[in-house]
């Protein structure tokens, strides 16, 4: 893993279906017993960057999650009373 890495992710459907970076959740888990911990220092629609922590300059490879809100879902209520709708009407 270099300092500041860019993962290079640019699936189409996924950033013309998510409507903002801000809705994104990224996990992401080193795959090294030597790591000084993992962070994501930015996140955007074509890409993340990871940076280790503690100014780690570690070379491992890692696992990455990420999660986000759909266009036309942001209003979506995933715990909502009995009866009502998943979207407002």
């Known amino acids: 893993m270099r300092h500041a890495s860019k993962l290079g992710w640019r699936e189409r459907v996924f950033a013309e279906?998510?409507?903002?970076?801000?809705?994104?959740?990224?996990q992401v888990t080193p795959l090294?017993?030597?790591s000084l911990g993992l962070a994501v220092?930015?996140?955007?629609?074509?890409?993340i960057v990871v940076k280790e922590l503690h100014g780690g300059t570690g070379n491992y490879e890692f696992d990455w999650e990420v999660k986000s809100v759909r266009k036309g879902y942001e209003k979506y209520q995933v715990i909502r009373?009995?009866?009502e709708t998943a979207l407002p009407r």
């Not at 279906?17 to 990224?26: I, L, N, Q, R």
Request: hydrophobic share 30%; glycine share 8%; proline share 4%.
């Open 32 to 34: 090294s017993s030597d």
């Open 17 to 26: 279906d998510t409507k903002t970076a801000a809705s994104m959740t990224v």
């Open 81 to 83: 009373p009995r009866g």
């Open 41 to 47: 220092a930015a996140k955007r629609l074509d890409g």
